[in-house]
């Protein structure tokens, strides 16, 4: 199995990075979740190609696709996408997306008849909007700490200032919260300096820990600003644009808990998925026994579920 890298030059310049399996198979289109990059799939594309003729993107912001901060919105890069797709095929393919991933699959689902298997991977519909977003927990950790770090000019490295800025350090205990901080700190900057271009790595902290810093090395924090202030969804009327999909939906659910102080443990509740299974018609719902990203953490299942949509 290869996976060949091109490159796709839009209507207006920018380029859409992707990665893609040389194969007959039906086409599955994947787009990657917020700080992620089309590497995020790499633990599941052999499994998937067999079946599947893949197309993995890089998302405007990520990885080798443009960093034009004029498209870090569902709307420009779902038209973008649209437009992508109409110059790979003329048939109708498959579409997953992941956490943000999963809003611009709504959307190309909605607003062309380009899709025939959406597959949603833990979105956060409805929590991640307007003042509900508040109590996201993507909003009080990675689009928080973008926000500060633009607005500060201390570091440089937005990757080891998002290690030392994270929510997570919350669930630290109080007493030796900050002695673990400083001495992991020292461990991710002397990483960072020697391996730049690579992803995060400490001694001692867990890979399903640091698989949220895969691809963040090549991630423009100004991406996550626009859902710090919401511009990212363009006042999208979600409902609306949920009840125009017409085609077959698998939504993967991950674990969600609501904290003590309110905020979402996940990506959205169970009433807010109830919402998005009244609105989309031909829709049906796997629950997973795991955190936000299904793929990594229950990879022979994810997989299953998702050849599942065409067999």
Request: with cysteine; hydrophobic share 30%; aromatic share 14%.
């Amino acid at each position: 199995m290869k996976l060949e890298n091109c490159q796709y030059k839009t209507h207006d310049n920018n380029i859409i990075n992707y990665y893609e399996t040389d194969s007959n198979n039906p086409i599955l289109l994947i787009i990657h979740a917020q700080s992620a990059n089309s590497s995020s799939y790499s633990g599941v594309i052999k499994e998937l190609s067999k079946k599947f003729h893949l197309i993995i993107i890089d998302c405007y912001g990520h990885g080798k696709s443009s960093h034009n901060k004029e498209k870090y919105n569902i709307i420009s890069q779902g038209e973008d996408l649209i437009e992508f797709i109409q110059y790979k095929t003329d048939e109708r393919i498959s579409i997953l997306g992941h956490s943000s991933g999963g809003l611009i699959a709504c959307y190309i689902a909605s607003k062309s008849d380009l899709c025939n298997n959406l597959i949603l991977e833990d979105p956060p519909l409805f929590s991640s909007v307007g003042e509900k977003r508040f109590n996201y927990y993507n909003y009080n950790d990675l689009s928080t700490v973008c926000h500060n770090f633009i607005n500060q000019d201390e570091e440089e490295d937005f990757v080891y200032y998002y290690f030392m800025n994270q929510y997570m350090w919350n669930f630290f205990p109080e007493n030796s919260r900050e002695k673990i901080r400083n001495k992991s700190g020292k461990s991710a900057l002397k990483y960072r300096k020697k391996h730049p271009d690579k992803p995060l790595k400490i001694r001692f902290w867990p890979k399903k820990f640091l698989e949220a810093f895969n691809g963040m090395e090549q991630y423009d924090p100004y991406f996550g600003e626009n859902f710090y202030n919401d511009t990212f969804n363009c006042n999208i009327n979600y409902s609306k644009l949920l009840s125009e999909i017409k085609c077959k939906t698998l939504f993967m659910k991950a674990n969600t808990k609501i904290a003590d102080d309110g905020i979402i443990m996940g990506a959205l509740t169970d009433e807010n998925l109830q919402q998005v299974t009244a609105l989309i018609k031909n829709i049906r719902v796997e629950y997973f026994n795991c955190g936000h990203g299904i793929h990594n953490e229950k990879k022979k299942e994810f997989v299953k579920s998702v050849i599942g949509t065409i067999e």
